[in-house]
């Protein structure tokens, strides 16, 4: 089973997501929270894989909680959700740590796939919405030429597999594109992790977009 917490202000909202999760077999929702500290409190207490997090609520943020959460031993992927697939308040969350984002029109059969996505660590964020999203960065230049200097270290075997990323693939599809081992594209991406210092896959996928490692 995939224990999901879920996370909003606004209580229709969160019986709606259960409702949906609720009907897979494989996923079950083990808690809701209505604000961040309560978010924080809940992961602490039922150990959840995946949490669905509303961005925009009183009190303690989605962002504050994020990062909160994230910094937790042995975190769960944390999906922020939006109104809107190319908001810029989605940047912060992804910034923070957010393993991806969910628009939450997403259809009931799509929703929970990526939730299993998220659970298996792995990018819940296309590459077009990341284009989207790095393009609407207030300090895109600044931030590109901060990526390239974290980048410029990289072996060109590093560069291809953070492209990957970039792109979206999972270790399964950049093994098979770069003609590697799996094993061996998940060693790399751990090490490149650390040496970008990037919280997870999603956080190292726009820093390949701002470095201009991915074709756009």
Same mark, same amino acid.
């Given at each position: 089973?995939?224990?999901? @917490?879920?996370?909003?202000?606004?209580?229709?909202?969160?019986?709606?997501?259960?409702?949906?999760?609720?009907?897979?077999?494989?996923?079950?929702?083990?808690?809701?929270?209505?604000?961040?500290?309560?978010?924080?409190?809940?992961?602490?207490?039922?150990?959840?894989?995946?949490?669905?997090?509303?961005?925009?609520?009183?009190?303690?943020?989605?962002?504050?909680?994020?990062?909160?959460?994230?910094?937790?031993? !042995?975190?769960?992927?944390?999906?922020?959700?939006?109104?809107?697939?190319?908001?810029?308040?989605?940047?912060?969350?992804?910034?923070?740590?957010?393993?991806?984002?969910?628009?939450?029109?997403?259809?009931?059969?799509?929703?929970?796939? @990526?939730?299993?996505?998220?659970?298996?660590?792995?990018?819940?964020?296309?590459?077009?919405?990341?284009?989207?999203?790095?393009?609407?960065?207030?300090?895109?230049?600044?931030?590109?030429?901060?990526?390239?200097?974290?980048?410029?270290?990289?072996?060109?075997?590093?560069? !291809?597999? @953070?492209?990957?990323?970039?792109?979206?693939?999972?270790?399964?599809?950049?093994?098979?594109?770069?003609?590697?081992?799996?094993?061996?594209?998940?060693?790399?991406?751990?090490?490149?992790?650390?040496?970008?210092?990037?919280?997870?896959?999603?956080?190292?996928?726009? @820093?390949?977009?701002?470095?201009?490692?991915?074709?756009?």
């Amino acid at each position: 089973m995939i224990p999901v @917490l879920v996370v909003d202000d606004e209580p229709m909202v969160c019986a709606h997501l259960r409702t949906i999760l609720g009907s897979a077999d494989d996923i079950e929702v083990v808690a809701q929270a209505g604000d961040g500290a309560e978010a924080v409190e809940a992961v602490i207490r039922h150990r959840p894989r995946v949490v669905l997090m509303d961005l925009r609520m009183p009190g303690v943020d989605g962002l504050t909680a994020i990062a909160r959460i994230t910094a937790l031993p !042995d975190p769960p992927a944390v999906v922020a959700l939006t109104t809107f697939d190319a908001d810029t308040y989605v940047i912060r969350a992804l910034r923070a740590g957010a393993a991806g984002f969910l628009v939450k029109s997403t259809p009931p059969e799509d929703l929970i796939g @990526l939730v299993r996505v998220a659970a298996d660590g792995h990018t819940v964020l296309s590459p077009s919405a990341a284009r989207r999203l790095v393009a609407l960065s207030s300090d895109g230049r600044e931030r590109g030429e901060d990526a390239r200097r974290r980048t410029a270290g990289l072996t060109e075997r590093e560069r !291809d597999v @953070l492209a990957c990323l970039g792109s979206g693939l999972s270790n399964a599809d950049i093994a098979a594109k770069l003609h590697l081992a799996e094993a061996t594209v998940k060693s790399y991406v751990s090490r490149m992790l650390v040496k970008l210092g990037c919280a997870n896959r999603t956080q190292a996928g726009l @820093l390949a977009h701002e470095a201009g490692l991915v074709a756009r």
